[in-house]
């Protein structure tokens, strides 16, 4: 069972930084996809950004510019730093890893809060 764990989520006021992170097994990580997805309250699931293995990086229109995506491949962890973070970034975000060789997978992470509050 392939597991994602994801930290760095909580309270954070408007205009305010954030930064998650998401560990994934090394056996799979240089031959995945990651992204970010969010699902706030009484909305459908988002695209928030995605990242290939081979480090491009893509956003949804509500993130771009704002948020940014990154992996490290010694360290098996895909982040997304967020910036300027309004009310309306507030929702679950959740890891996904997509194996792109091989045998073909996906696999999503338990989700972790981000409030966005004064």
């Known amino acids: 069972q392939v597991q994602l764990v994801e930290s760095g989520g909580g309270l954070v006021q408007p205009g305010g930084s954030l930064r998650l992170s998401c560990a994934a097994p090394?056996?799979?990580?240089?031959?995945?996809?990651m992204g970010w997805y969010r699902r706030a309250p009484g909305k459908q699931r988002e695209l928030v950004a995605t990242i290939t293995n081979g480090g491009s990086a893509d956003y949804g229109d509500s993130v771009r510019g704002r948020f940014f995506i990154s992996r490290n491949n010694a360290k098996n962890t895909a982040d997304l730093q967020m910036y300027n973070l309004t009310p309306e970034d507030t929702a679950v975000y959740y890891c996904?890893?997509?194996?792109?060789?091989?045998?073909?997978?996906?696999?999503w992470g338990q989700g972790t809060q981000v409030t966005v509050s004064s």
């Open positions: 996904k890893l997509t194996v792109t060789t091989g045998e073909l997978a996906v696999y």
């Open positions: 090394g056996s799979i990580f240089s031959r995945s996809a």
